[in-house]
Structures are given as C-alpha cells and as structure tokens.
C-alpha cells in the first residue's frame, strides 16, 4: 500500500467472510479458539461490522454488538497505514456512543483516545481486570449504554468532563459466563 493506492472502502462483513475474519483475528491477537469472538460475530451489527479487503484478502475488520466496540482488528503488515482509523470512523458515523473493553497497550488506548474514548473505570471480565472506555458525542457516558452484566468500579475523574453520572460504585465480581449470560467483553 503506498501514498497513491486508491481509498480503502469498507464493506459490511457477510456470513461467508467468517473464515477469513477468524483466521485474521486469530493471527492478529495469536490465539486459537475464542468463544467471545464467535459470539461477537453471530450477534454482530450487520451494518456497522465492516472489513477492509484488498484483492480477496481481508486486511482489517471490526465487530460492533450493540454499543459495545467488540473487536478490531488490521493485519500485522498493514498495520499503521490508516486502517484502522478508516475501520473505527466507519463506525463511529453510525455509533457515535460506543463502549469498548481495550487490549493493555499504551498505544492502542492513546490512539483510541484521538478518537474522543475515555477511561471511566475497570471491569472484571474472564480475562481478568480491564479498563473500560466510552466515547460520547457530548463526552458524558449515556444512560444505559453499558449492560447490566458488565461490573463497573469507577476510577475519579476519568471522562472527558467528569465522572460518570449514571453508574454507581459497585464492588466487582467476575460476571457470569457466556453459556450464562451470553456475551461478554472483549478486546474492544
Ligand atoms: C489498533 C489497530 C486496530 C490500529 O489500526 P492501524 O491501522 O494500525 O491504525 P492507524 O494506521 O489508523 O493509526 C495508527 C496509529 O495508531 C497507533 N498504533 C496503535 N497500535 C499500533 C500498532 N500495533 N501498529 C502501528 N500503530 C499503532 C500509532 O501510534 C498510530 O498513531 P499515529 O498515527 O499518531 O502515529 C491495529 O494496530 C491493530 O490491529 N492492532 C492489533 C490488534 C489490536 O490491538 N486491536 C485493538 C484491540 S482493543
């Protein structure tokens, strides 16, 4: 990909790109099997979830369930062109209000920040304690955008204008699993 390479469009992820957007997800986060990423996708948002494809090879994906960012995600040799940022505004036109559980790396968090997402607090998922951001169009976390399942434990001042206002301390527990509750957060 250079400079004069035309335009990146994204283009809504079909059933049958599910190998594809697997074997991508797999390579990116080297891991094997994961539950939550087949959830995620059997419950996507069939607008919003978008790939990238170049010659019939997938470069980058995300999944968004509900107001929840699940997973994105660009090929290791095609990452820092501006990939992602196609893939995260792409999505951020249709959801401007969204919530994200990020992997724990400086980089992805900061670049999630340019984007307006702000850390409001940790979370105990079966991956163990995570940050949770959550972008916002007026940067106050909306009412009723994070589910019910997901334990907050609010950090201070951690949004853009002030704590969330609709969330209250809880002590955490480890949520229930999917077979339970099916769903969960993951790699935002
Ligand atoms: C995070 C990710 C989706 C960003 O996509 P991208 O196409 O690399 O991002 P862009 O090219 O649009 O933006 C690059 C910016 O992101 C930052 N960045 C974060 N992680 C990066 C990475 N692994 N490689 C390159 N840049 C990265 C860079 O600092 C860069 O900022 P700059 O433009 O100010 O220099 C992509 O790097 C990726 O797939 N990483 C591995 C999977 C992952 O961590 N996903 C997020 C889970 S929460």
Request: with cysteine.
């Amino acid at each position: 990909m250079t400079a004069d390479s035309p335009p990146f469009s994204p283009t809504p992820l079909h059933d049958l790109d599910y190998n594809a957007t697997k074997r991508l997800y797999q390579a990116t986060f080297s891991v094997m099997e994961d539950k939550n990423f087949v959830y995620a996708w059997k419950h996507r948002n069939r607008t919003s979830s978008v790939g990238i494809w170049e010659g019939g090879a997938l470069l980058g994906a995300v999944l968004v369930r509900g107001e929840q960012l699940e997973y994105i995600f660009v090929s290791a040799y095609h990452q820092g062109c501006g990939l992602g940022k196609i893939l995260l505004e792409s999505v951020l036109d249709k959801h401007p209000t969204l919530y994200l559980i990020p992997v724990k790396d400086p980089r992805v968090i900061r670049w999630y920040e340019t984007y307006g997402f702000r850390i409001i607090g940790e979370t105990i998922t079966h991956a163990g304690t995570e940050i949770c951001m959550v972008r916002s169009p007026n940067g106050f976390c909306p009412p009723g955008i994070l589910p019910p399942n997901l334990p907050i434990q609010l950090l201070p001042r951690t949004t853009a204008r002030g704590p969330c206002r609709l969330l209250k301390r809880k002590p955490l527990r480890r949520p229930p699993s999917h077979s339970q509750i099916g769903g969960g957060p993951r790699h935002g």
